[in-house]
């Protein structure tokens, strides 16, 4: 079974604009707006001050699953073919979660295919790679089981999980890693989104 990985995500960041335009429609008017700033808009010879505010956490979905994340960050999707799509969400620094669905087989076979395409080029530089079993049971009562892999070098201690959820011919393969030296703070990041996660998938 071929795995599909999309490398470009270690170097991409997808942070929100915050200046991004909205419009808001009342009845058959529509105002331009932009997050965070008042405008003011006639209702019946008044002015009203109006505000448009985004929550702090916001929710990613799929069909398939669902998870919250900091506002901060947005998640992207892609189509990488032959019924695996892959929704990664990734910091400047490197921190990441990362979860392909596969509509057409069951990648609970790919945990260690996974885990040599993440590490290979760290393997061949000298990187001390350890691994362990690990499980998971997610908010929702959905018990997941992988791998904890850690690759330890000067100036770097990487720590990366990788689940899988299995039905007949489909499933999810996720991914976790956090960089300890480089961004202290992306395992509470992660483990929030973690945290947060349901499974739809059925």
Do not use: W
């Not at 999707?77 to 087989?105: C, W």
């Amino acid at each position: 079974m071929k795995i599909k990985l999309l490398l470009v995500f270690f170097f991409c960041s997808f942070s929100q604009l915050s200046s991004a335009d909205y419009i808001l429609k009342i009845g058959e008017d529509a105002y331009e707006m932009f997050l965070d700033e008042e405008v003011l808009i006639e209702v019946d010879g008044k002015y009203l001050p109006v505000s448009l505010f985004q929550k702090d956490i916001l929710t990613y979905q799929t069909d398939n699953f669902s998870f919250e994340y900091p506002k901060d960050y947005s998640p992207s999707k892609t189509d990488l073919g032959d019924g695996v799509y892959q929704s990664a969400l990734i910091t400047p620094l490197g921190s990441l979660v990362l979860i392909q669905e596969h509509l057409t087989s069951d990648p609970s076979g790919l945990i260690d295919l996974m885990i040599h395409e993440l590490t290979k080029e760290e393997q061949e530089y000298g990187y001390r790679i350890t691994s362990a079993d690990t499980s998971i049971t997610l908010s929702d009562g959905t018990y997941l089981e992988g791998k904890i892999v850690t690759s330890k070098y000067k100036g770097s201690d990487i720590d990366r999980i990788i689940y899988t959820y299995g039905v007949k011919d489909s499933g999810l393969l996720i991914v976790t890693q956090v960089d300890h030296e480089s961004e202290p703070t992306g395992e509470e990041l992660i483990s929030g989104i973690i945290d947060s996660l349901k499974i739809s998938m059925r």
